[in-house]
């Protein structure tokens, strides 16, 4: 299994242009999660899903949209860029249940720089 | 809101010692709360997570306590190494999990 796995890992991006970051998860999570790190911060919820088809915002879902047509894929994606949302972002998932954990995993990151 | 506190932002100890991190929220009644571990440039890494009927939750060298009461959680690391050093979050949430800003744990040799 290769867990999540989140594209690109760089990218530079022109302030006003838009661009989607991808995340898949082959784990058949219901649960994912979409945060940013700024430097030396914690995690920030962006927005997250509690399955195919329902989507809720987070902590600061402004800028950002989300959707979530299939279990494995949870797109965020960045209309307008602003200098303000350059960060690491991050995906998550999980399975929450009486018999699971509850975890979350997460994946490598993308760090995205808005000029 | 909700509101996640991480007691300080850097903690040193010295090798060997047990390391005592706290989270406390406010505006909030989690089912459970988990710990995680983040080296630089790393997405996070699940430690461990205690249910709010749990008191306490024990993992090799680490700990954890849930006070629902005092709506604060206590992560210790014991018989501290360099190797713990890395900063330490916690979380808490059933659907919507957010994230308190973590605590960067340096030990000492």
């Known amino acids: 299994n290769a867990g999540v796995t989140q594209t690109p890992k760089f990218h530079i991006l022109k302030i006003g242009q838009s661009m989607t970051l991808q995340c898949t998860q082959d784990?058949?999570?219901?649960?994912m999660y979409w945060y940013r790190q700024d430097p030396g911060m914690g995690l920030k919820l962006i927005y997250y899903s509690v399955g195919a088809g329902i989507t809720d915002k987070g902590e600061v879902p402004n800028g950002y949209n989300v959707s979530r047509s299939t279990t494995e894929d949870f797109p965020l994606r960045l209309e307008l860029a602003a200098p303000s949302q350059t960060s690491v972002y991050f995906c998550a998932s999980s399975q929450p249940g009486l018999t699971n954990t509850g975890e979350l995993f997460f994946g490598e990151g993308s760090r995205l720089t808005v000029l | 809101s909700q509101k996640i506190e991480q007691n300080s932002e850097a903690l040193n100890i010295q090798e060997g010692k047990t390391a005592t991190l706290t989270c406390n929220y406010t505006?909030?009644?989690?089912?459970?709360l988990q710990w995680y571990r983040q080296d630089p440039g790393r997405g996070p890494v699940f430690l461990l997570l205690i249910r709010e009927n749990e008191k306490e939750k024990r993992k090799e060298r680490l700990k954890v306590t849930f006070d629902t009461t005092l709506k604060q959680s206590l992560f210790h690391i014991t018989a501290s190494q360099p190797a713990d050093s890395a900063t330490y979050l916690c979380?808490?949430?059933?659907?919507?999990?957010?994230f308190g800003k973590g605590t960067r744990l340096h030990i000492l040799p």
């Open positions: 979380a808490l949430g059933d659907d919507k999990i957010i």
């Open positions: 505006n909030y009644s989690p089912a459970y």
């Open positions: 784990m058949n999570h219901n649960y």
